[in-house]
C-alpha cells in the first residue's frame, strides 16, 4: 500500500484517517476535540487554511505587478488605443483590471474626537454613501451592542493616510442582525436593529447624528418602527415611493411609509433574506430562503396568495444579495452555494456565473461597480475575490490579513472615486479592528 501511495500524487481518502503527505502515512482522527490526542478534521482543515493564506501574503508581498490575463499589460493597451483596436469604454474597462490586480495593502490609522474608543472594536461592516464620500460603520463593543460611526475619507489623499471618525455612542443598545441590512443615501441610512430572539426595529438615522458638533445640537433618529422577526431591508429611491421601506420578515414582505405609517404587506412562501428597489419604477426585488427570486410592483395593493409576483427567477439555494445594474435589465444575486449569478430580467435566463465565491451558511452582500466594469465579493473563507463583469473572469483573490475565523470576515468597499470626485481610487478593507487601503499604483 505505501508503494502505490508514492505513485499517487493525492492519496485517496479514507473514513476515520488523515492522510499525511510529508510522512507518507495515515493517522487516525477523532470526531471531536480532545485533550490527549487534538488531532481532528477541523484541526487540519484550518491549518491548511492558515498555510495557504500566509503563502498568498507572501507571494502578494514580492510581486508587485501582476496581471489576470496573459499579454495584458498598460504598454500594450496604449499601443492598442493609439491604433483605435480598442474603444475608449473597453480601455478603460481594462486599464482598472490593471490597476485592481496591482493594488498594494497599506495599514490606516484612524483617528477619533474620541481617543479612548478608537481601534478598540471590531468593524462589523462598512457601507459607502452613493458618492463614495463617507463610509458608515457599525463596530461590535464590549457590552454586546453596537456602535456606528462615519469615517471622513479626505485624509486617504495624503502620505500618512489617515481617516476620521466619528461616532454616535447613543445607539449601542442592540445588535445588527446581519452583515448587509443597510440602505444608505446621500442624507440617511436605513438600518435593522435588533437581537434574533426578540422583536427588532427598523430606524432612519440622519447622516448629522455623526458629525463632529456639538452632541446637545444632533437631532434624533428620523423614525422608528418595531418589526420582528426582520432578516432584510431596502430604502425606496424611485420619486413616486420615495418615502417607503421594505423589510423582508419571515414568510412575508411589509412595505411601510414613513410619512404615513401605513404598510403594505406581500405573503411569501419563504424567509426574504435579501432585497432590493428599483430607481426607474417602484418595483422591489427579493430573495428568498427557498432559492427563489420574485418582484413587487408596491403600487398594488397587497393580494391573498401569489398572483402579485411580477419576475420570478430560481437559485438551487438560499439567496443571500441581490444588485440590479444600472440599465436595471439584469440582476445580480448571490446564494449560500456560493453561486454568483447574473439574470437577465427580459428572457429570465441566467447569462453569466461567477465562480470561485465560497459560501455555505452565510449572509454576505455583493459589491458592483458597473462603471469600473468590478464585481467584489468577500466569501464566508475570508478571500476577496475580483471578478471582470464583462465576461466574468476572475481578476484577483486577496487574502485577509488576519486569520480566518466566523467573526474575522472582511468588510469591503471599492470605488474609483473613494471620498469623492477627486478621492483616491482603491479598495477599503474593514477586519477586527482594522481598516485597510488597497491604492491604485
Not at 436595471?328 to 430580467?345: Q, S
Request: with cysteine.
Amino acid at each position: 500500500s505505501s508503494s502505490s501511495l508514492t505513485q499517487n500524487s493525492i492519496a485517496p481518502e479514507l473514513p476515520g484517517f488523515y492522510y499525511d503527505s510529508e510522512k507518507n502515512r495515515y493517522f487516525r482522527l477523532l470526531p471531536g476535540h480532545n485533550n490527549c490526542n487534538p488531532l481532528t478534521k477541523e484541526s487540519i482543515q484550518y491549518k491548511a487554511m492558515e498555510c495557504k493564506r500566509l503563502r498568498l501574503l507572501e507571494e502578494e508581498e514580492k510581486q508587485k505587478k501582476k496581471t489576470a490575463r496573459p499579454g495584458l499589460n498598460s504598454s500594450m493597451l496604449l499601443r492598442k488605443r493609439q491604433l483605435g483596436l480598442l474603444s475608449s469604454r473597453s480601455y478603460c474597462r481594462l486599464v482598472h483590471e490593471l490597476k485592481v490586480n496591482c493594488m498594494q495593502r497599506r495599514k490606516i490609522e484612524i483617528h477619533s474626537p474620541d481617543s479612548s474608543v478608537t481601534g478598540t472594536n471590531n468593524f462589523k461592516i462598512i457601507v459607502a454613501d452613493g458618492a463614495c464620500e463617507r463610509i458608515f460603520t457599525v463596530n461590535d463593543v464590549e457590552h454586546g451592542g453596537c456602535k456606528y460611526g462615519i469615517i471622513n475619507l479626505s485624509g486617504l489623499g495624503q502620505e500618512s493616510l489617515t481617516v476620521e471618525m466619528y461616532d454616535n455612542l447613543y445607539f449601542t443598545n442592540r445588535k445588527v442582525l446581519q452583515r448587509s441590512v443597510f440602505s444608505l443615501t446621500h442624507w440617511s441610512t436605513l438600518c435593522l436593529m435588533g437581537i434574533a430572539e426578540t422583536p427588532g426595529c427598523a430606524s432612519l438615522l440622519p447622516a448629522s447624528l455623526f458629525s463632529n458638533s456639538n452632541p446637545g445640537d444632533r437631532p434624533g433618529m428620523l423614525c422608528s418602527f418595531k418589526i420582528s422577526t426582520a432578516w432584510s431591508c431596502a430604502w425606496c429611491l424611485n420619486p413616486q415611493a420615495d418615502n417607503c421601506f421594505s423589510t423582508g420578515l419571515t414568510r412575508r414582505v411589509l412595505v411601510t411609509n414613513v410619512v404615513t405609517g401605513h404598510r403594505q404587506t406581500f405573503g411569501t412562501n419563504s424567509d426574504v433574506l435579501a432585497q432590493q428597489f428599483a430607481t426607474q419604477s417602484p418595483v422591489l426585488y427579493n430573495g428568498c430562503r427557498s432559492g427563489e427570486i420574485f418582484s413587487i410592483d408596491v403600487r398594488q395593493r397587497s393580494r391573498k396568495g401569489q398572483g402579485w409576483k411580477a419576475v420570478r427567477l430560481f437559485h438551487a439555494s438560499a439567496v443571500t444579495s441581490l444588485r440590479l445594474l444600472q440599465a436595471e435589465h439584469y440582476l445580480m444575486a448571490a446564494d449560500m452555494a456560493g453561486e454568483i449569478k447574473l439574470w437577465d430580467l427580459r428572457t429570465t435566463q441566467c447569462v453569466k456565473q461567477y465562480k470561485g465565491h465560497h459560501n455555505e451558511y452565510a449572509v454576505l452582500p455583493l459589491h458592483v461597480n458597473e462603471e469600473e466594469g468590478l464585481l467584489t465579493a468577500v466569501g464566508q473563507d475570508c478571500y476577496t475575490r475580483i471578478w471582470s463583469l464583462q465576461d466574468a473572469h476572475l481578476l484577483r483573490t486577496i487574502p485577509s490579513p488576519h486569520p480566518a475565523t466566523k467573526d474575522a470576515i472582511p468588510s469591503v468597499v471599492l470605488s474609483s472615486r473613494l471620498g469623492g470626485s477627486r478621492g483616491v481610487p482603491g479598495l477599503l478593507m474593514a477586519v477586527k479592528q482594522d481598516l485597510y487601503h488597497f491604492s491604485y499604483n
